[in-house]
């Protein structure tokens, strides 16, 4: 059973669409995570839900929406996709209450969305 | 504001030689210090982690680092490289305040392992 799972694991599609990449995570953690990882391989985090809860909303055009419905799930939906949207997205999650910070993240394999 | 900086985008080393990644870190708190693993078209994996237990630290697959916070650094090495390493790595850090979500990586070190 993968612990962190991302679908689609490719998606191309043209500028101008919407585009969901679903996340789901059967560890039990509360924590879960968005990032983006661009051509140079630079990781961005873009969001992070604790407990439903969206606790970290970096810079990132409000064309992103992220949407919890539990716990165990964090999806992102993309509107009117640009070019500079290709990259590869990686979902994570941690479990943060009860620990100190050294939390471990546990990722997922990665959604590469190109944009033609 | 917590920063790491890897020095290096690209490392090669013959096989069976010293691996030495560099990281340094910037956080006004004591971080809490991660090297992340990313072997190509997969997703990131825990190579170890600094918790102030211990300065040096041992990971996975031969790895250790350690961190040495008056030079505020957390260099990864490995004493003999194996094709199987070549992937690209990732230096991160954490602030320990309670509530302290974000995790912070550097750019990436991608070695390259020769022959």
């Known amino acids: 059973d993968t612990a962190v799972s991302q679908t689609p694991k490719y998606l191309v599609t043209q500028m101008g669409n919407d585009k969901s990449i679903k996340c789901e995570q059967n560890?039990?953690?509360?924590?879960m995570y968005w990032y983006k990882q661009d051509s140079k391989k630079f990781l961005k985090i873009m969001f992070s839900y604790n407990n439903k809860e969206l606790i970290i909303n970096e810079t990132v055009p409000n064309r992103f929406s992220p949407k919890s419905p539990d716990k165990a799930h964090l999806n992102l939906h993309i509107n009117s996709l640009e070019l500079g949207d290709s990259a590869v997205y990686f979902c994570?999650?941690?479990?943060?209450?009860?620990?100190?910070?050294?939390?471990?993240?546990?990722f997922g394999a990665g959604s590469r969305l190109t944009v033609l | 504001a917590q920063s790491v900086t890897q020095l290096g985008s690209h490392v090669s080393v013959s096989e069976g030689a010293l691996v030495l990644l560099r990281c340094n870190y910037s956080?006004?708190?004591?971080?809490?210090l991660f090297w992340y693993v990313q072997y190509p078209n997969q997703g990131l994996q825990l190579l170890l982690k600094y918790t102030s237990a211990a300065t040096l630290v041992k990971g996975i697959n031969g790895f250790e680092a350690e961190f040495k916070k008056s030079e505020t650094s957390f260099h990864l090495t490995k004493p003999s490289a194996h094709m199987s390493d070549a992937a690209e790595y990732f230096c991160?850090?954490?602030?320990?305040?309670?509530?302290?979500?974000?995790?912070?990586f550097g750019k990436g070190t991608k070695l390259s392992v020769i022959p």
């Open positions: 560890l039990g953690h509360d924590t």
């Open positions: 991160a850090v954490r602030d320990s305040g309670a509530g302290s979500y974000q995790l912070t």
């Open positions: 994570a999650s941690s479990q943060e209450s009860g620990h100190s910070g050294a939390n471990v993240l546990t």
């Open positions: 956080s006004s708190v004591p971080p809490y």
